[in-house]
């Protein structure tokens, strides 16, 4: 009798102290979402204007010196094509009706410039296509084929993955040493203009790519960072969740959604067992931080863990594994806290940074926004607003917001690249908007953030 008055009265205490624990925990309700909704969109009105004041009609905005930079001879339109749907999604009608009549007036892909595929296909292809359901006016899906039509050479490879290089006239191709993120990162955006336009090529071909990098996994199926597209060998064996290979695997889920290609899930499924056994470190108690290994022993090779490495959070909510998520977003958050703003990249293990700069990266705010629309757990609306405040602090200048050289110093780098629009806004506001902005069961969410309908 004593033994079970005595757990009663501790199961009391424990109820009473999670009830305390749960009333100290910040209250956000939906007034604070609304201001944060709001404060986002200033941040989007005062980036535009010093676009359009200092940068109009090139790529970016140079925020230091009130400049522009552009990737190539000729403009290709960056940050208005990357930003259309930001501003679409945000309610902010005259930006988007400025970016869409620029576009449309001035964008041209025929020009003398040697692009890299995988950034042309994620920032133009994906944003005209996304601009195109959102807008309807067929102008957007035009202009997709054509640039579409002038990358497809780079799939002419012994192998079918593609080179990362292609001239946009001549179709003449460059760099046979390509990465599981470029190869594989194609497959969304080529694969909806084929449903767009009822023409199979382009599905065909980024499906062959992508499925190929799948068929040169290792015995313990994990993939390398570099691979020849000729003779289909691995030139680097190194494996691991961050730059090279990173989208590889988001595609692979997000393309058996966006499809329901089943051969895209069972690739998915088989790697992430793989993942899961090898590139997690569960020892650290800042979180679960993911390592880099050899693809073929396993062997741990380096801690290092970076902004890059944050959308695996992300992913593995949106994939339906909440718990990992959970566990690899507390390691995110604790390298944002650590200094400042997340580093680009640092050592885990011996907590220290490898790399200082930020370029107003998206993933860790991207992998806060999966978590809290699935877990409905308000801690992740505090977490982004941290985020969210830090970069609004921090970044912004007179006439946008810029990069960052060092996060422990703050000083600046005059950088603010198109995916700024795309995908950091975007995520900083969806993580406060409401449910109906973007309905992640309707939508699939390209790399650089491109909202997709789904079609079934």
Not at 170 to 177: E, F, L, N, V
Not at 183 to 203: A, N, R, V
Request: proline share 3%.
């Amino acid at each position: 009798m004593r033994f079970k008055k005595l757990s009663l009265l501790l199961l009391a205490v424990g109820s009473f102290l999670f009830s305390i624990a749960q009333l100290n925990r910040p209250v956000f309700n939906e007034e604070m979402k609304k201001q944060m909704c709001e404060r986002v969109r200033e941040a989007a009105r005062h980036a535009w204007k010093g676009y359009t004041d200092y940068a109009w009609g090139h790529d970016d905005l140079k925020p230091l010196t009130k400049s522009y930079r552009d990737w190539y001879q000729t403009p290709l339109l960056m940050t208005p094509v990357d930003a259309f749907d930001t501003f679409i999604l945000l309610g902010l009608t005259d930006e988007a009706t400025a970016a869409k009549k620029l576009v449309l007036d001035k964008l041209n892909f025929n020009i003398d410039a040697n692009v890299q595929v995988f950034e042309i296909t994620i920032r133009l292809l994906a944003g005209l296509q996304s601009a195109y359901e959102l807008d309807g006016d067929p102008r957007f899906l035009q202009l997709a084929q054509d640039l579409a039509n002038r990358l497809m050479p780079a799939f002419h490879s012994k192998t079918g993955m593609p080179y990362r290089y292609v001239h946009l006239q001549t179709g003449a191709t460059a760099d046979s040493i390509n990465n599981p993120a470029e190869i594989g990162t194609l497959m969304l955006e080529f694969g909806k203009l084929s449903k767009l336009t009822g023409d199979p090529q382009y599905y065909n071909a980024a499906k062959k790519a992508i499925l190929y990098v799948y068929k040169q996994r290792s015995a313990i199926d994990l993939v390398g960072e570099q691979i020849d597209i000729n003779t289909g060998q691995w030139v680097s064996t190194k494996s691991h969740i961050s730059g090279y290979i990173d989208s590889y695997y988001e595609y692979l889920y997000k393309s058996w959604l966006l499809f329901g290609d089943r051969d895209f899930k069972t690739a998915f499924d088989k790697h992430q067992v793989a993942i899961k056994k090898y590139l997690i470190d569960r020892k650290s108690a800042n979180g679960w931080f993911m390592r880099q290994v050899n693809m073929h022993t396993g062997k741990q090779i380096a801690t290092i863990y970076g902004a890059l490495d944050a959308f695996y959070a992300g992913l593995c909510a949106f994939s339906g594994d909440i718990n990992t998520a959970k566990k690899i977003q507390q390691a995110n958050y604790y390298m944002w806290t650590k200094f400042n703003i997340e580093p680009e990249a640092f050592n885990y293990k011996t907590d220290s940074i490898v790399s200082p700069y930020y370029i107003l990266r998206p993933e860790n705010l991207e992998s806060c926004f999966y978590l809290y629309r699935l877990t409905q757990d308000r801690k992740y609306l505090i977490e982004g607003k941290r985020m969210v405040d830090d970069i609004l602090l921090h970044c912004r200048n007179e006439v946008g917001f810029a990069s960052l050289n060092n996060v422990k110093s703050l000083e600046k780098s005059n950088s603010m690249e198109s995916f700024f629009f795309a995908e950091t806004l975007k995520y900083a506001y969806l993580i406060f908007a409401p449910v109906a902005t973007l309905d992640l069961k309707q939508t699939v969410l390209t790399t650089e953030a491109h909202p997709f309908k789904i079609k079934k």
